[in-house]
């Protein structure tokens, strides 16, 4: 029997990198499921589809390809064949990923592909609907956030580094309304499963919190010690 591990928050709480960490550092197969919506965004940019289009969004689904395959422990997403793990970063993406993935039919297909990876392997995975709706009965689910504003500093720091020219406060303001977007979408919202250990990164480094993880889950599972 495969061990799921489930993380989940909102944007920016740092999810990806410290679920990544983690398992790597229990030796587990790292699940960005971000990545799958935002691939998916990426041919509806591609295809010219407005995000308020639904039927053309959902005709899209029928036509694209979206697996995801690992090198080394390393996620890689492809698009139709294509290795787009570089290409679906940008805030465009994450506005559209945002808005597309509310769609019931892009989660659904999204969705069995995620179950199907964690019925074959132990896996990390991270997203907003995690530990609600993809692994339910995941041995551990957690919850990681952070306050808007720190949230917002980070990602400033990440554009920056990457030769890109933010406005904090836009990102900020970006940050909340996605919260409020993803947490009252009508279906599968943004929300901590009634089990999952909250965990706030805000006064973390992202070696702390990793560590902090790696030693609940350790706990809990009895498992990598």
């Known amino acids: 029997m495969s061990v799921n591990i489930a993380i989940d928050g909102p944007a920016g709480a740092g999810k ?15 699940v960005d499921t971000g990545a799958m919506y935002r691939a998916m965004a990426l041919y509806l940019l591609r295809q010219g589809i407005d995000p308020s289009d639904t039927p053309g969004i959902e005709e899209a689904c029928e036509s694209v390809d ?12 492809l698009l139709n064949g294509e290795d787009v793990s570089s290409l679906i970063r940008t805030e465009e993406v994450g506005k559209m990923a945002s808005v597309s993935s509310a769609n019931g039919r892009v989660r659904e297909k999204l ?3 995620q179950k199907k990876l964690a019925r074959e ?4 995975m991270d ?15 957690l919850y990681l956030t952070a306050d808007a504003h720190v949230r917002a500093e980070r990602r400033f720091k990440e554009l920056v580094e990457r030769g890109e020219t933010p406005d904090i406060g ?5 940050i909340i309304e996605r919260d409020h977007r993803d947490m009252t979408r009508e279906i ?3 929300k901590r499963a009634d089990d999952a250990i909250l ?3 805000s006064a973390l480094s992202i070696d702390e919190t990793t560590e902090r993880i790696t030693e609940i889950i350790r706990e809990k599972t009895g498992l990598w010690k």
Request: hydrophobic letters at 40%; charged letters at 30%.
């Open 127 to 141: 997203g907003r609907d995690i530990g609600t709706v993809v692994l339910p009965d995941a041995q551990v689910k």
């Open 188 to 190: 599968s919202p943004l």
């Open 16 to 30: 990806s990198t410290v679920a990544k960490n983690t398992a790597r550092a229990l030796g587990c197969i790292y």
């Open 170 to 174: 836009e990102l900020e303001r970006d």
């Open 111 to 113: 969705t069995a592909l």
């Open 66 to 77: 979206i697996t995801i395959d690992h090198e080394e422990g390393v996620q890689k997403v």
């Open 121 to 124: 392997k132990d896996v990390v």
């Open 199 to 201: 965990i706030d990164s």
